[in-house]
């Protein structure tokens, strides 16, 4: 079954670090998401992203974030400068027109 | 702006036993619906969707869902459950036309043998 890859796994960082997180969506999909999760919190949505831009974005994605398609295969998400509250679980997901949404695994970021 | 309620955070049932976790939204137009499961140290695993048509969605691994559209509400049910549906569950929900899912808080399920 396709999957959505994800890497690292857990990235630590120094506040105001750049981080970028990396994520492999499915081949075929046309739409690319960024979610995270803090802690003990909702799932949030953060930016999806189609046809080479951003499509939607929460008031979480602020100027400090950035996403890019560097390549075919390829979906980041750059934080600029990372703040303690930057610490949560990061998830990528691709999906289909059908709303066929894949996530991966997800990346820790914790910020010290 | 849309909000999804899951007011189980934390169900515990026995083996065999079943189960109805409940999930609100509030949003005023048409929206889709998602169940997704988090087993431990897994990603989110879609289990079933509703767009449109019947209201009973059947889903993957026994689950199925009822949208009832006059109580904003898509509860999700299972009439046996297992040791293996231990895991964390999210209802999600994003207005049609549009590709940001709300979810709800979760709801975490511990099944035991």
């Known amino acids: 079954e396709p999957e959505v890859t994800q890497t690292p796994s857990h990235q630590v960082t120094q506040m105001g670090q750049e981080v970028i997180l990396r994520c492999v969506p499915i081949?075929?999909?046309?739409?690319f998401y960024w979610y995270r999760q803090i802690l003990g919190q909702k799932v949030e949505f953060l930016v999806s992203f189609y046809n080479n831009e951003i499509s939607e974005k929460s008031e979480i994605f602020d100027d400090q974030f950035s996403v890019e398609r560097p390549d075919g295969s390829n979906f980041t998400l750059k934080i600029r400068s990372t703040k303690l509250e930057d610490s949560a679980m990061y998830f990528c997901a691709s999906s289909d027109r059908d709303y066929g949404y894949t996530f991966g695994s997800g990346t820790r970021l914790t910020v010290v | 702006a849309q909000s999804v309620s899951q007011h189980n955070h934390h169900v515990i049932l026995s083996e065999a036993a079943s189960l109805e976790l409940g999930c609100n939204y509030s949003?005023?137009?048409?929206?889709?619906l998602f169940w997704y499961v988090q087993y431990p140290g897994q990603h989110l695993q879609l289990l079933l969707k509703?767009?449109?048509?019947?209201?009973l969605v059947k889903g993957i691994k026994g689950f199925e869902a009822e949208f009832i559209k006059s109580k904003f509400s898509f509860n999700l049910r299972k009439p046996s459950v297992q040791w293996s549906d231990t895991a964390e569950y999210f209802c999600?929900?994003?207005?049609?036309?549009?590709?940001?899912?709300?979810f709800g808080s979760g709801t975490r399920l511990q099944v035991q043998p």
């Open positions: 509703y767009f449109s048509g019947d209201p």
């Open positions: 999600a929900v994003n207005p049609t036309g549009r590709r940001a899912l709300t």
């Open positions: 081949s075929n999909h046309l739409y």
């Open positions: 949003y005023g137009g048409t929206v889709n």
